[in-house]
């Protein structure tokens, strides 16, 4: 079965709820959400009872609260010493939060090490999430980066030392990112050797999540730049082949593409994936609606 969805806003009065109802309108069976803006600590209380009827609604439109994943805000960076405390409290929290919220998953930027170094990041980063990790109901996925500036986890060696470095293996995974391979030099029109390449220095039992997302750049740029599916420099054909790929039936994916103006274009993303027919037009026809 496709497992597929989007990042979906995360608001104080619907709650996970809200995330839940505007996933079925895109005709999604999963979703990423930040339980509060990514750039602050700003986070409010969670409401069980809310939590309870997403549930509810959760299982009774298919949605496997298994595969719903949430995303660490981007200001925690453990690879470099400055503001690290803070990092690891903050982390700390999400985590609870998201037991509160029974997820499973939380995506996490391995970080940027801001002239350290890498083999003092990946230190400091192991170090971290072996002290979140410790008694965390909750598995941290690693993200792949595009290297941009000083980020740390361009390639799967990188992800691969940090990993070696976690005691409690269970409790940590890697979420790919399709964008961040193409800019980071991955070749994912060949996606059977980059899947082959990645089982060999990490292995496929640590691929728990794949953000589905066509790139503004051309391979190899380290940039970082998301572009709607079938509209960059991947194509509709390779992520098709990634999104239906026989050893990824189990693994949620999740797209991350641009707004259309102030338009989430998910739905029709999603109907596009799930019908394996590009719509040239598509942002055309979203524009002349708004």
Known sequence: MLIIG???????????????????????????????????????????????????KMQENNIDIENVIVHAPYIINLANTEKYDFAVSFLKAEIKRCEQ??????????????????????????????EVLRNSKVTIL???MAGKGSEVGKDFEELQMIIEKIENKSKIGI?????????AGY??????????????????????????NDSKNKISSHKDRHENIGFGEIGFPSLIQIIYHEKLKDVPKILETPYVGEHAPYKEEIRMIKEKKFDEGLLDKIISTL
């Open 142 to 144: 690693l993200e792949t």
């Open 6 to 56: 989007s990042h979906v806003n995360y608001k104080k009065d619907s709650g996970l709820l809200g995330c839940v109802e505007t996933s079925l309108y895109y005709g999604a069976n999963t979703f990423m959400f930040y339980t509060g803006a990514p750039q602050n600590t700003m986070r409010s209380t969670i409401d069980i009872n809310n939590v309870e009827k997403a549930l509810e």
């Open 187 to 212: 070749d994912v029109a060949n996606f059977d050797e980059v899947l082959r390449e990645f089982d060999k220095i990490i292995g496929l039992q640590y691929l728990k999540c794949i953000h589905i």
């Open 175 to 183: 979420c790919m990112d399709t964008c961040h391979l193409n800019d």
């Open 101 to 130: 919220l029974k997820i499973k998953y939380l995506v996490l930027h391995p970080g940027s090490h801001v002239g350290l170094g890498l083999e003092v990041a990946i230190c400091n980063i192991s170090t971290g999430l072996n």
